[in-house]
């Protein structure tokens, strides 16, 4: 049974190829779903894994085994398997859970200070402007929702490419997007095998966000010049940040850029990239659901409930 | 973008539309002025009755000019919060996260590959 847990460890390897191609296949709305979904559902079944390995190796310490009310010893694996296995679970959970707490202060600060930020200034309808020489421009959900834009990024812009930019923002605020990116970060910090993702995801929700915004303005090259002329303004104010992309890869911007440059894809076959996706998932939860009633059946027959 | 449908948009956007060509020209702008550079269908009418609400609401100021009002945006310490927002955003690159920006940063490639995609579109 214990071997059988190791396969919701190893399945976010997997879906790493799948992940990029999911987003080529499907519509961006459908793509940015099928891949949250994926992902937190196998965050889950290797977080369950880790646990019942991590517990397992508790139940086999004198002083657990009395406060866990084992009158047998807990049959498992061999020792060989067992004790390593669970003191790199337990050494995964205490790491995932230090990057999580750390996420969500990180988090909620940030979330914070933007929120003062756009509290502090004038709002006209849900547009807050700041003041400020560097061309940025982000969604703030929230109640009401809000897009915060900088004076820069207004004047680097057409007022038809403005139109853009906004549509692109509340599309992100109605979508709920901060829903799906929120998700992706708890799943890429629970597995380190999920960070591609949730770059997978992040360009999802920008594609989705842009094509709503080309469908809300009607043109699609107007909201890709958009996306592209404020990336360029953007790049020579911000170039003291780390670039997030390696080079060798055409970053999101490009590809998003790219993406509406072309006419809208016609919806092709993508039978196969959802079946393998769901085959992913569907594994990954058997596997770990599995593996654990079994183990929580070994506890029961320690406990001498069951034989 | 056809005038009815201009029409029809939530007065907030229309409210976020004005403010923003106000902030993007920089200089003090009568009602025809903004329906002009909007160029989006817009009555003038409509403009200006989004102009005085704005008013209303102290975010813009308004000057005589001829027979109506020239309009711009009332500025709040523009050195105070520009200095205070780059500070924040060097130190909060992890806002990116939850906080799904426009544009995400380029890299050189990037800068090259989208300049190029740009040019043909032209």
Redesign the interface.
């Known amino acids: 049974m214990t071997v059988l847990l190791i396969v919701p460890l190893l399945l976010p390897f997997a879906l790493r190829p799948l992940s990029r191609r999911v987003l080529d296949r499907l519509a961006p709305a459908t793509a940015l779903w099928a891949l949250t979904c994926a992902a937190v559902t196998l965050a889950g079944c290797s977080l369950a894994a880790l646990g019942a390995f991590a517990l397992t190796g508790l139940l086999k310490l004198p002083v657990f085994a009395v406060l866990g009310e084992l009158v047998h010893p807990l049959h498992t694996a061999s020792d060989l398997f067992a004790v390593p296995a669970a003191a790199l679970s337990a050494g995964a959970l205490a790491v995932s859970t230090w990057a999580l707490v750390r996420w969500a202060v990180?988090?909620s600060?940030?979330?914070r200070?933007?929120q003062a930020?756009a509290g502090?200034?004038?709002?006209?309808?849900?547009?807050c402007?700041?003041?400020?020489?560097?061309p940025?421009?982000?969604?703030?959900p929230g109640r009401p929702h809000r897009?915060v834009?900088?004076?820069a990024?207004?004047?680097s812009?057409s007022?038809?490419e403005?139109?853009a930019?906004?549509a692109?923002?509340?599309a992100?605020n109605h979508g709920g997007?901060?829903y799906f990116?929120?998700a992706a970060?708890l799943a890429a910090h629970c597995h380190p095998g999920l960070r591609t993702t949730r770059e997978a995801i992040r360009l999802a929700?920008?594609r989705a966000?842009d094509e709503s915004a080309a469908r809300v303005?009607?043109d699609r090259?107007l909201a890709?010049?958009a996306?592209?002329?404020?990336?360029?303004a953007?790049?020579h104010t911000?170039a003291?940040?780390?670039?997030?992309?390696?080079?060798a890869a055409?970053?999101?911007?490009?590809q998003r850029?790219?993406a509406l440059?072309t006419a809208p894809r016609a919806p092709r076959t993508a039978s196969w990239i959802c079946l393998l996706l769901l085959a992913c998932t569907a594994v990954s939860a058997g596997t770990a659901a599995t593996g654990v009633l079994a183990f929580h059946h070994d506890v029961e027959v320690a406990q001498g409930e069951e034989r | 973008?056809t005038d009815a449908k201009d029409e029809r948009r939530?007065?907030?956007?229309?409210?976020?539309?004005?403010?923003?060509?106000l902030?993007?020209i920089?200089t003090p702008l009568t009602p025809g002025q903004v329906q002009a550079?909007?160029?989006?269908g817009l009555a003038r009418t409509t403009v200006t009755t989004i102009l005085s609400r704005?008013h209303e609401?102290?975010?813009v100021r308004r000057e005589r000019q001829g027979r109506g009002y020239a309009y711009h945006?009332?500025?709040?310490g523009?050195g105070l919060?520009?200095r205070?927002?780059?500070t924040?955003?060097?130190r909060?690159?992890?806002?990116?996260?939850?906080?799904?920006?426009?544009?995400?940063?380029?890299?050189?490639?990037?800068?090259q590959?989208?300049?190029r995609?740009?040019e043909?579109?032209e």
């Open positions: 990180r988090q600060r940030a979330f200070t933007a930020e502090a200034h004038p709002t006209a309808g849900d547009l402007i700041v003041d400020s020489p560097r940025d421009a982000y969604a703030l897009i834009v900088t004076t990024m207004l004047r812009l007022a038809a403005r139109e930019l906004f692109h923002e509340r992100h997007h901060h990116l929120a970060d929700t920008e966000a303005v009607g090259k890709a010049r996306i592209g002329r404020a990336a360029l953007a790049r911000l003291e940040r780390p670039a997030f992309t390696p080079a055409a970053g999101p911007v490009p850029v790219a440059m | 973008m939530p007065a907030g956007e229309l409210e976020a539309a004005v403010m923003a060509t902030w993007a920089g550079e909007l160029d989006s704005l609401k102290g975010i945006p009332v500025q709040d523009p919060t520009a205070r927002m780059h924040e955003l060097a909060d690159t992890d806002r990116e996260t939850v906080l799904a920006r426009f544009v995400a940063q380029l890299s050189s490639d990037d800068e590959l989208l300049r995609l740009l043909a579109d």
